[in-house]
């Protein structure tokens, strides 16, 4: 389960990186964003135990873009170093790399996941992105 340090539990844009437990997974995250929610969703899911710093992507803290060189959330750094950002990607790499002892969401064979993905395809392109469209439409 998610464990928010109370000092960054709302979004940062904090001059000074948060301390952290070297011994989880760090999810850089921002509240209201579905990307983040994805990626949070699936870690919940997976009963992976990992930490969040919320990021105010409006006024982003300097030191973000030495973890991450696109500079957006959600980015993932776990205990080992890797760094991992794209939500989707990130889903998948964390699916199939925390699989012992965690439910699986894609499955292993390779045209059953292609058919997986393509539905997950589908579905952005038909539900979520014209639903992020409008919303940044009635702006
Ligand atoms: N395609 C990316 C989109 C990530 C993205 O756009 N994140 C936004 C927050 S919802 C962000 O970090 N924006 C800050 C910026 O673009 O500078 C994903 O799926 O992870």
Same mark, same amino acid.
């Not at 928010?4 to 001059?15: M, Q, V």
């Given at each position: 389960?998610?464990v @928010?340090?109370?000092?960054? =539990?709302?979004?940062? #844009?904090? =001059?000074s990186? %948060?301390?952290l437990d %070297?011994t989880?997974?760090?999810l850089? #995250?921002?509240r209201m964003?579905p990307?983040?929610?994805?990626v949070?969703? &699936?870690?919940?899911? !997976?009963e992976?135990p990992?930490?969040v710093?919320?990021i105010? *992507?409006?006024?982003?803290?300097?030191w +973000?873009l030495? /973890?991450?060189?696109l500079? !957006?959330v959600?980015?993932?750094?776990?205990p080992?170093g890797? /760094?991992? +950002?794209?939500? &989707?990607?990130m889903?998948?790499? &964390? $699916?199939e790399?925390?699989?012992?002892?965690t !439910?699986? +969401? &894609?499955? #292993?064979d %390779?045209y059953? !996941?292609?058919r997986?993905?393509l539905? @997950?395809e589908?579905i *952005?392109a *038909?539900?979520? $992105?014209p @639903?992020?469209?409008?919303s940044l439409? =009635?702006k």
């Open positions: 389960m998610a @928010i340090t109370d000092d960054y =539990s709302a979004n940062t #844009s904090a =001059s990186r %948060p301390v %070297p989880l997974p760090t850089y #995250s921002t964003s990307y983040c929610q994805r949070r969703l &699936l870690l919940n899911a !997976k992976i990992f930490q710093v919320n105010n *992507i409006w006024d982003k803290p300097k +973000f030495g /973890v991450t060189p500079n !957006k959600p980015t993932a750094v776990e080992n890797r /760094v991992t +950002f794209e939500s &989707l990607i889903a998948q790499y &964390l $699916d790399e925390y699989r012992a002892g !439910k699986q +969401f &894609l499955p #292993s %390779p059953a !996941k292609a997986e993905l539905q @997950i589908r *952005i *038909i539900v979520a $992105d @639903i992020r469209d409008a439409e =009635s």
